[in-house]
């Protein structure tokens, strides 16, 4: 199977892509809302700026001062460094504050985040505002007199709190109209309200009376109201105990049914659903946020609901931590992902009423892990805030909801530091947990499926990455989740998910050559089991239903095995993606290798190797370099399987091995090659496989 090349795809906006950015309307966090009154977004033709200049001095990469390496031997990172950090993130946002009445506001980056118009600005100072009280309220619990760039943090968010019901500040929030919608204010609120349980005393208490007695009105027009029927019930949960537990008379009877719908989200194994996807959101919200007004509220109050959102958040300390790799980097995947290390958060909430079974040194490598994974890469700050993006600015992986200070969602990792110093999250000494024992021995692979959800978690010892696979089912209408953001075959921790190129480029995906002459990405899945260590799903091309693949893959120690049975009515073009190699120094080395009667190919950027071996059913293997398309770097590069269906329906056998090593590392002909002979039975439908170890493999779809 020869190979060719092709060379410098340039990055252009796709239909998809410009659709998101005119639906303008749906500011929100979560789901999808109809434009209503005072929410609605106007597309503007130009871009807006803001005009922020940027600050005037740059912070460096984040360094962990004296680390602890006897406490934490493999991040040197304990609670101290922790504090560090959040001080290290909040200062960057304080470079734009001179004087009280300075809003949270920062640059604008290009594309389609908003501001969009002059309209949405209160709401994007909002953001800024109420996320980076993420990480000042737990500072300010411990340090009230923090001063950073030369103001008095607690003196400025309390001093903030009051420009936002003064109808004379351009800081101003008008209550929600009587016919108000749910909107992107009621989120900030909602997360306002966390702030406010965690240090009442710094933020609260001392506020005038009229001051709270407006905030109350204010804040409950928007709790007191509607959502959006999935993580977003917790924002008006939040309100409106906090609003009670301080005299204000509130609505109970929606508190309840907000609570009662909440938890119908929980489908098992720690995770809920997001109506309709998982995604980091079951963490950095559902369990977040349960855990947190459990302890604030609900076990006072609700003392049945709180202990059924225990028993919820309990299975996590066995299942989250194999979603992280050895190092605790965070696999890129599902929408906002420029909220990054928040999805740590879970791990120190372990530690507010620890579990005897739990392996606290292992927890809080992974959140130090994941947090260093960010803080020290050196695209992760622009202008001293953190770019909208998976290290650097990166536009494909941005929701037209989110504004610059958006990413200060990450900061709920910081809410960790509520946890007592005396919590075994942060006393335990950390440990490398699974990755150190025989189960994840070099030379095997091990998976952990989670039924509820139907998630299955790889870990491979031989590389320390974890992977994820996820039946998604969304088509491109969703603006949030009908993308590369869930419709990857898996998400791999050492390997980001690149974007889809105009000209068929993909990676981790079919794409398919529709009949408007497009190449189409899977994103309609349907799981159908896990078993013998194989993943079935079967997925259909959303503008064609009949052209339809079963779907099998078995993890290797080395990479992925895929068995793959497309039907068409039609012959059809189809490419299949390896991951993407981002392009980090030097050039991108190139080489094929024969291993039995087949041809591998293989990519090297320094850092790891991956290989493609195409087995059966393909007619070609391409090198594929793109520009644009990585969260990694401006360059990359991929290798593609080429191949057509056959037409009536007549079924083809597509086999690929997609494997990987770091850079430097030899092969063997049993790595190269684990499988010796694939069998389709055409009358059974059934493949035997026979492996280079002598076992034999039956894939039955």
């Not at 909040?90 to 309209?119: H, I, T, W």
């Not at 709401?123 to 411990?142: D, H, Q, S, V, W």
């Not at 749910?182 to 609120?189: A, C, D, R």
């Not at 590392?665 to 694939?678: H, Q, S």
Request: aromatic share 12%; proline share 8%.
């Amino acid at each position: 199977m020869p190979i060719s090349t092709q060379r410098s795809f340039l990055l252009t906006p796709s239909p998809a892509t410009l659709l998101r950015s005119a639906l303008v309307g749906l500011l929100g966090v979560g789901g999808w809302l109809a434009p209503t009154p005072g929410t609605a977004q106007t597309a503007s033709p130009t871009y807006f700026d803001t005009h922020v200049a940027p600050a005037p001095t740059k912070l460096p990469p984040f360094e962990v001062k004296q680390p602890d390496k006897r406490l934490s031997p493999f991040t040197g990172m304990t609670r101290r460094h922790w504090q560090d950090a959040a001080r290290y993130l909040l200062g960057g946002a304080f470079s734009y504050v001179q004087k009280l009445d300075d809003p949270m506001q920062f640059p604008k980056e290009p594309g389609k985040s908003y501001p969009r118009n002059e309209g949405q600005v209160p709401t994007e100072k909002l953001e800024g505002l109420c996320r980076t009280l993420f990480m000042a309220a737990p500072l300010l619990k411990e340090d009230p007199n923090l001063t950073l760039n030369g103001v008095k943090v607690a003196n400025y968010y309390r001093h903030q709190l009051g420009l936002l019901v003064d109808s004379k500040s351009p800081s101003y929030i008008q209550p929600r109209a009587k016919n108000g919608g749910p909107s992107q204010i009621l989120v900030e609120f909602g997360g306002l309200g966390v702030a406010l349980f965690a240090a009442p005393e710094v933020l609260w208490d001392p506020l005038p009376q009229a001051t709270k007695d407006a905030l109350a009105a204010t804040m409950l027009s928007y709790g007191d109201g509607p959502t959006v029927p999935q993580n977003w019930r917790y924002f008006n949960i939040f309100i409106l105990s906090f609003f009670e537990s301080r005299g204000y008379q509130v609505n109970k009877k929606l508190l309840e049914e907000y609570l009662q719908k909440q938890l119908t989200h929980y489908d098992g194994q720690g995770w809920y659903n997001d109506a309709p996807t998982y995604d980091y959101y079951s963490m950095w919200a559902f369990q977040m946020y349960g855990r947190l007004w459990s302890e604030y509220y609900g076990r006072q109050h609700y003392p049945e609901i709180a202990a059924k959102l225990n028993e919820n958040f309990a299975p996590l300390r066995d299942t989250y931590p194999y979603q992280f790799g050895r190092d605790g980097h965070l696999i890129m995947w599902g929408r906002s992902i420029t909220y990054r290390f928040a999805a740590v958060v879970p791990f120190p909430l372990m530690g507010l009423r620890p579990a005897a079974d739990t392996n606290f040194g292992w927890m809080r490598r992974i959140a130090s892990g994941a947090m260093l994974q960010f803080l020290q890469h050196p695209d992760f700050l622009e202008d001293n805030v953190p770019t909208l993006g998976f290290y650097g600015s990166f536009e494909p992986a941005v929701q037209p909801y989110s504004c610059r200070g958006s990413v200060y969602w990450m900061a709920k990792a910081f809410l960790g530091l509520l946890v007592p110093a005396d919590s075994p999250f942060w006393t335990a000494t950390e440990n490398e947990g699974a990755w150190a024992t025989p189960a994840l021995a070099k030379g095997t692979v091990f998976n952990k499926f989670e039924p509820g959800p139907n998630i299955l978690l790889t870990d491979y010892p031989n590389t320390g990455a974890a992977e994820l696979r996820a039946p998604c089912h969304q088509d491109s209408s969703d603006p949030y989740r009908g993308d590369e953001n869930y419709n990857r075959l898996s998400y791999n921790s050492a390997f980001p998910w690149q974007a889809d190129g105009p000209n068929g480029e993909v990676a981790m995906n079919y794409v398919f050559k529709n009949r408007q002459g497009k190449w189409e990405p899977l994103r309609l899945y349907t799981f159908k089991k896990f078993e013998d260590g194989v993943y079935y799903r079967d997925a259909v091309l959303e503008t064609d239903k009949n052209v339809q693949l079963h779907l099998a893959e078995m993890p290797l120690p080395n990479g992925i095995l895929r068995v793959d049975v497309s039907q068409s009515p039609a012959a059809t073009d189809l490419r299949l993606g390896h991951y993407a190699l981002p392009k980090l120094a030097g050039t991108i080395r190139l080489s094929t290798r024969k291993v039995g009667s087949y041809t591998a190919h293989i990519i090297d950027n320094g850092t790891y190797q991956l290989a493609l071996v195409p087995l059966s059913g393909w007619s070609e293997t391409q090198v594929v370099d793109a520009t644009g398309l990585h969260p990694a770097a401006i360059q990359s590069t991929v290798l593609n399987a080429v191949g057509t269906t056959s037409p009536n329906h007549h079924p083809v056998v597509f086999s690929t091995l997609l494997l990987w090593k770091k850079s430097g590392e030899k092969w063997t002909n049993k790595e190269m090659l684990p499988v010796k002979n694939i069998h389709y039975d055409a009358q059974s439908g059934i493949i035997t496989l026979t492996m280079a170890n002598g076992q034999n493999k039956t894939i039955k779809y």
